[in-house]
């Protein structure tokens, strides 16, 4: 084989590598948002400012504790969960009970209270760029392998792969949680058919608050976990917003192993497409799988049958 | 009699009005300049740098009098580095403020917008951090520029790497935005025309988590040099996975902007040791008063200035020099006082002049700084030298 052509091989190698741990975090992203529209059937535009306040959390733990971001993890997590159910009991059930006009006030409520969580933590923290200084941050795992008498070094970020880790045993918990225990039962059961599950005794009231609580939870710990890699500002919700949004139409609206995919699907096709297509057209190459989802696979990837 | 008190009347009104009029030295007198900035957002962290300075500026020449006995008061409003909002920013400054002189902004996608409703208002705006070229290519009559155009931005890097670096391949990576473009367009030419072969021109979209892909991409073409146009965040994000990523090129060199801040030193810790960037003024410039402006600004904010806050310093200087010059205070007259400015400032020489297609543009030596020991040296010219430079790079590997 040519170093020509085990060139290449590293190139996308490296980027697959690359794709799948991004994608990983990605998934995270998306299954929180998954959840809450799998069970409220609305799509919960302050998704990204959620994490948005994790990730402050996870600053701050960082710069006045003294804790590891990943440590910190479990403060973000359970302190997403309260701010979450909050917003849905005192914000979005109010709303969701009045027959309104517009039958998508209370996704316009969540873009409201996401501009406000957005606006308050410029107010505090200012328009500051912050990010946590730990000293694996660009730490990598070299991997020397030979394929056809080449030898290729593939590289493993650190806190990607730790990342990664933490999100499938996030995801695989939710999934135990929602398969196994009697209130995934409950949840699962709400989001089947919210009246028939009231029927049967459910208060599908007190479910949607720990839907809303367990889908902030989970985007405050991909939050927490982007931390090392990444910075963080008011800001940075928005794009993140769309990511899950892209997720969780690409895993077909609630379906929690399809965001896992749309996940990984998301980060994969970013990797590749800023390799073999261009960088700059990163962000539009989601968007291009994204319409191609909607429009042949109205269900998503992972959908069948029909509505 | 009637005549008589007719005439006296005509005498008393046309009198009455020089009544009112104050004398020319009052102290209380303000000329309010409008500032469109970005204060929140991406590059909030530019924008509060120039603000820190225009303030500082204002305040000293206030102390002293003012600029003709006029105070140089500064309205700032944060346009988030949106076109659109500076846009109406600058229309309300203009229309209904009724400001006769505008300033400031940030991105070159910003200044373009603000210089184009200048120009339609007639009013004059002095740009002096927006780089792109086309800025001051438009033949525009009341649109001037204070910073060199993006172009001339690698001046001095070309004289360092063509008697210094001698690389024969460079990778190019740059913010697909109007200064990005023009700094790494004017970069490929320059290589293009001295033989130096450019294996990669890649534009990337700002705010990206990761840039490992390209990263790698730029690894499996081995280039002696890898240049980047980027503003602060992804700047530091491009030094970090590229340490990870074990790329070793001879060296990394930046196109100002982002890589000029203090703020990636923090971002980009380790990972921004030795990085080389083209810059237009540092602290250790020769310029008088550069020095002063430095030590006060970082008195004032716990924070060293880059080139963007110099700039911000010396336009209100301009302004004052304006002022005393200018015959009044219209729009008009202002821009006829700024076309005449030929003055010297902490930023360096200031003079409006057409050259090549650009109008209305001041020009001037670019620098070559580099981070060592975790602080920013100007490493080139030799002339302006503070430090000695280190290139090429040691490998990542053999780093302690």
Same mark, same amino acid.
């Given at each position: $084989? ?7 091989? +590293? ?28 069970? !409220? ?7 990204? +400012?959620? !994490? !948005? ?13 003294? $804790? ?27 709303? $969701? +009970? ?5 039958? +998508? ?26 990010? *946590? ?35 499938? *045993? ?15 039962? !409950? ?35 991909? =939050? ?7 910075? *963080? ?19 077909? $609206? ?10 990984? *699907?998301? =980060? ?11 960088? =700059? ?27 | ?32 300049v409008g500032i469109s ?13 120039k603000?820190?300075?225009y @303030?500082?500026a ?14 140089i008061?500064y ?15 600058v229309?309300?400054f ?5 400001y006769p002189l505008i300033v400031g902004e ?5 200044s373009?917008?603000v210089a #184009?409703?200048a120009e339609?208002?007639?009013v004059p705006y002095l740009v002096d951090t927006g780089?792109?070229?086309?800025i001051t290519?438009?033949?525009w009559k009341y649109v001037y520029r204070l910073n ?26 740059? @913010? ?18 001295? #033989? ?30 890898? &240049?980047?146009?980027? &503003?602060? /965040? ?74 963007? #806050?110099?700039e911000a310093y010396a336009t209100t200087y301009v302004i004052a020099d304006v002022l005393?010059?200018t015959?009044?205070?219209?729009a008009?007259?202002l821009r006829?006082a700024l076309a005449?400015t030929?003055m010297?400032t902490?930023f360096?020489?200031v003079k409006f ?7 209305n543009q001041n020009? /001037? ?36």
């Amino acid at each position: $084989m040519s170093g020509q052509v085990s060139g290449q091989l +590293e190139l996308l190698l490296q980027t697959l590598i690359s794709g799948l741990l991004l994608g990983g975090l990605y998934s995270l992203i998306g299954l929180g948002m998954s959840l809450i529209m799998g069970v !409220m059937k609305i799509i919960n535009l302050a998704h990204g +400012e959620l !994490m !948005m306040i994790a990730m402050y959390v996870t600053f701050w733990c960082f710069t006045l504790a003294g $804790m590891d971001p990943y440590v910190s993890v479990l403060i973000a997590f359970p302190l997403l969960f309260i701010l979450g159910a909050a917003i849905q009991k005192f914000l979005i059930a109010p709303v $969701m +009970e009045v027959e309104s006009i517009l039958p +998508e006030n209370q996704v316009l409520l969540t873009v409201g209270i996401g501009l406000v969580l957005s606006n308050l933590a410029l107010l505090a923290f200012s328009a500051d760029y912050r990010s *946590v200084p730990v000293s694996y941050a660009s730490k990598a795992i070299y991997w020397d392998v030979s394929v056809g008498g080449q030898s290729l070094s593939l590289s493993f970020s650190v806190p990607m792969m730790v990342a990664f880790g933490i999100a499938l *045993v996030l995801g695989a918990s939710l999934f135990l949680f929602l398969a196994r225990t009697d209130l995934g039962r !409950m949840i699962r059961a709400t989001a089947q058919d919210k009246r028939a599950a009231a029927l049967m005794g459910i208060n599908t009231k007190r479910i949607t608050y720990v839907t809303f609580g367990l889908g902030s939870a989970l985007v405050g710990a991909a =939050g927490s976990l982007l931390v090392p890699v990444y910075y *963080v500002f008011p800001q940075i919700g928005g794009p993140f917003t769309l990511k899950a949004f892209i997720i969780t139409v690409l895993g077909g $609206m609630g379906n929690i192993p399809g965001a896992v995919l749309g996940g990984v *699907v998301l =980060g994969l096709a970013e990797a590749l497409g800023s390799v073999y297509v261009s960088l =700059g057209y990163k962000d539009a190459i989601g968007f291009v799988i994204f319409v191609l989802v909607l429009i042949f696979l109205p269900k998503g990837i992972l959908g069948k049958g029909s509505a | 009699m009637k005549t008589r008190r007719l005439i006296m009347v005509i005498a008393l009104l046309l009198v009455a009005p020089l009544l009112f009029v104050p004398p020319a030295a009052a102290q209380d007198k303000t000329f309010t300049v409008g500032i469109s900035l970005p204060l929140t957002g991406a590059e909030a962290k530019f924008g509060e740098m120039k603000k820190a300075a225009y @303030e500082m500026a204002a305040a000293e020449i206030n102390a002293k009098g003012g600029a003709k006995g006029y105070r140089i008061v500064y309205d700032i409003q944060d346009s988030g580095a949106k076109p659109e909002t500076a846009t109406s920013i600058v229309e309300k400054f203009i229309t209904i403020n009724k400001y006769p002189l505008i300033v400031g902004e940030y991105t070159s996608q910003c200044s373009y917008a603000v210089a #184009g409703v200048a120009e339609k208002y007639k009013v004059p705006y002095l740009v002096d951090t927006g780089a792109a070229d086309k800025i001051t290519q438009q033949g525009w009559k009341y649109v001037y520029r204070l910073n060199p155009p993006s172009s001339l931005y690698g001046a001095g890097l070309f004289t360092f790497f063509e008697e210094v670096a001698k690389p024969q391949s460079i990778a190019l990576l740059y @913010e697909n935005t109007d200064f990005g473009t023009s700094t790494s367009k004017a970069m490929q030419v320059w290589c293009e025309k001295k #033989g130096i072969k450019v294996v990669l021109s890649e534009g990337y979209q700002a705010g990206a988590v990761d840039f490992k892909p390209i990263l790698q991409k730029v690894k499996s073409l081995r280039p002696d040099i890898v &240049y980047m146009v980027s &503003y602060l /965040m992804d700047a530091s994000l491009l030094m970090r996975q590229s340490k990870e990523l074990d790329i070793n090129p001879k060296a990394f060199v930046g196109g100002a902007a982002g890589f000029t801040l203090p703020e990636f030193l923090e971002n980009a810790a380790d990972a921004s040791e030795y990085v080389m960037s083209a810059t237009l003024w540092t602290p250790q410039v020769k310029y008088p008063g550069a020095k002063e402006f430095a030590e006060n600004y970082q008195k004032k904010t716990g924070k060293a200035p880059s080139y963007h #806050g110099a700039e911000a310093y010396a336009t209100t200087y301009v302004i004052a020099d304006v002022l005393k010059r200018t015959k009044s205070l219209s729009a008009e007259d202002l821009r006829a006082a700024l076309a005449a400015t030929d003055m010297m400032t902490a930023f360096g020489p200031v003079k409006f002049t057409a050259f090549d297609q650009f109008t209305n543009q001041n020009s /001037m030596d670019t620098l070559v700084l580099q981070v060592i020991k975790k602080k920013y040296e100007t490493v080139w010219p030799k002339s302006a030298a503070s430090g000695e430079f280190v290139f090429p790079f040691p490998r990542w590997r053999d780093r302690k």
